[in-house]
């Protein structure tokens, strides 16, 4: 089944102890991206891949790393989370970026 | 920077249509973009029109593009409480290779 998988779903930690959320895809797509989604904000980009090893910020980047070692993972680190990194978190792939992304489940993540 | 706006929440009845409306600033955008959340789920793509098309549809659903004004909607006929979720409208910059996410419309189908 064709699908963006993150795991974990939930997420609970404390104040600067580093994390990783994976993302995987088997659809063989070049682009890969992260998004947050906040109440009433929508969903705002915070890191986007257009390719193996090319990585590129989007809007709100800030306390975010990902690396794209292979074209089928593109894992985020909080490498100091803090509590305003609380959100919910989507890893999104697409095969050229314009014919649509398809979206994983989500990770909620509460930094306390 | 591009913004996309929509109105927070619409309430309808079953049966009846629904028109979502969504306004983006960015003329570059070449692709735009319908996608539904349910509770407790990822975005799902909807349909998305190319911005040298006005209409599009799909069953159901139908697309109206103003590129003039920037305007874009979605209306769902015969909405169903299957319908009830969030929708996002979203553009894709061709310059800025980015997509661009409304913030939602929250919509309720009332029996």
């Known amino acids: 089944e064709a699908q963006v998988t993150q795991n974990p779903r939930y997420l609970i930690t404390v104040t600067g102890k580093k994390l990783t959320v994976t993302c995987s895809q088997n659809?063989?797509?070049?682009?890969m991206s992260w998004y947050r989604q906040d109440p009433g904000l929508g969903l705002r980009q915070i890191y986007y891949?257009?390719?193996?090893?090319?990585?590129d910020k989007g809007d709100v980047p800030e306390g975010y790393k990902v690396s794209r070692k292979e074209k089928r993972n593109f894992p985020l680190i909080l490498e100091s989370p803090s509590p305003n990194q609380t959100s919910l978190y989507f890893c999104?792939?697409?095969?050229?970026?314009?014919?649509?992304?398809?979206f994983g489940s989500g990770t909620r993540l509460t930094v306390v | 920077g591009e913004d996309v706006e929509q109105s927070l929440f619409l309430s309808v009845r079953e049966g009846d249509s629904s028109v979502i409306n969504c306004t983006y600033t960015?003329?570059?955008?070449?692709?735009l973009y319908w996608y539904k959340q349910e509770p407790g789920a990822g975005l799902q793509l909807l349909t998305y029109?190319?911005?040298?098309?006005d209409m599009k549809q799909d069953q159901r659903l139908t697309v109206l593009l103003n590129k003039k004004d920037k305007h874009l909607s979605l209306r769902i006929t015969d909405t169903q409480t299957g319908d009830s979720a969030i929708y996002f409208c979203?553009?894709?910059?061709?310059?800025?290779?980015?997509?661009?996410f409304g913030s939602g419309t929250q919509l309720t189908v009332l029996p």
């Open positions: 999104a792939s697409s095969l050229d970026g314009f014919r649509g992304y398809a």
């Open positions: 659809m063989n797509h070049e682009y």
């Open positions: 891949s257009m390719n193996v090893e090319v990585t």
């Open positions: 960015d003329s570059s955008s070449t692709y």
């Open positions: 029109i190319f911005s040298n098309m």
């Open positions: 979203a553009e894709w910059s061709g310059s800025a290779r980015q997509l661009t």
